[in-house]
């Protein structure tokens, strides 16, 4: 881990003991911010920068070329990743709101806010910048290039889609805070219910839509595809048609191709105000296609390959050919 970016490190470094902090909080606060402990928010964020930020410092020690450039980058990501989250934990352990507050009362608030909305731009760019380095250069062999250049790609969604809702989808009313304090709320992380909240872990909505949902699919594809890559890597080690990397590539993108066509799915099915939970028949029927067209192309993937391995078996080796002086 030496080469791994420093500052994005000790960034995930902080998140890991936030969320220690946050699980401390969760024992020992009562105090609920709609519907939910007060401390929940930050320990999701903390969870979610922190494997991302892990994620990043090992990435960037991947590229060939403007190392510069991405070193400066994800120092840019990491600062801003930090302020971001320590915004949200100091407004939980005030019991306010952080984002989408509204309030022009709270002097504290009226400090924070700016960091929270310009913050997730910075994020955001940042996030694009080392997206397009990575994808102008070959990191890795053909497997893991893949993963890498989808997994950027869906986090780049993941992080765009919740910005288009925030300011096409406004939704203006009055909340409770844990004080007892009325707040004022431009936007909300439900659609069709604003407030809407109620599944187990992750508090997305069971009455509507909600943005979260696509946010965190996309967010996360990167370590679900790495650890695909990582899990293939070692199967071929006992499976002789999985030693051709570029057989372990294509079923990367087939995986890629799916993972993007459920993405694709859950941010459909928000915007129509469902929740998750609740798909009507037409999302069943979108999940099933891409399941089907995803294990049509690995099924067709393991076959070839499968088939050229008897192939090479049944040819054997060629033989030598004498010559003579």
């Known amino acids: 881990m030496k080469s791994w970016h420093r500052p994005l490190l000790i960034c995930a470094g902080l998140m890991c003991a936030l969320m220690f902090v946050c699980l401390a909080g969760l024992l020992i606060d009562d105090r609920t911010l709609l519907g939910e402990s007060v401390w ?45 989250v320590g915004v949200i934990t100091l407004q939980a352990a005030r019991g306010t709101i952080s984002h989408f507050n509204a309030d022009q009362s ?16 910075i994020i955001l760019i940042a996030q694009l910048i080392i997206g397009v380095m990575v994808l102008i250069q070959r990191t890795a062999g053909p497997a893991l290039t893949r993963a890498i250049r989808a997994g950027l790609g869906l986090a780049t969604v993941g992080m765009l889609v919740p910005l288009y809702w925030m300011v096409t989808d406004i939704h203006p009313r009055t909340v409770t805070d844990a004080n007892g304090a009325r707040i004022p709320m431009y936007q909300g992380h439900g659609i069709g219910d604003p407030d809407g909240h109620g599944m187990p872990l992750t508090n997305w909505s069971v009455t509507g839509g909600d943005f979260r949902v696509p946010h965190f699919f996309g967010l ?18 006992r499976y002789a048609w999985l030693r051709d990397e570029r057989v372990r590539a294509r079923l990367v993108g ?4 799916g993972y993007s066509g459920l993405v694709t799915v859950v941010t459909w099915q928000a915007a129509r105000g469902q929740s998750l939970i609740h798909p009507d028949a037409a999302t069943l029927a979108a999940f099933a296609a891409t399941a089907l067209v995803t294990a049509l192309t690995i099924a067709w993937t393991i076959i070839a390959a499968r088939r050229a391995v008897r192939q090479a078996a049944d040819a054997g080796p060629r033989p030598l050919i004498a010559t003579s002086a």
Request: with cysteine; charged share 10%.
């Open 40 to 84: 929940v928010k930050p320990l999701k964020f903390g969870f979610a920068f922190g494997l991302y930020a892990g994620t990043l410092a090992w990435l960037l020690s991947k590229l060939t070329r403007g190392r510069r450039v991405g070193w400066w980058v994800g120092c840019v990501f990491a600062v801003a990743a930090t302020v971001e």
């Open 106 to 121: 709270d002097p504290v608030t009226l400090a924070l806010v700016p960091f929270l909305t310009y913050g997730v731009m």
């Open 220 to 237: 996360h594809g990167i370590q679900v595809l790495l650890v695909l890559t990582a899990v293939l890597a070692a199967l071929a080690t």
């Open 254 to 257: 087939a995986a890629a191709l």
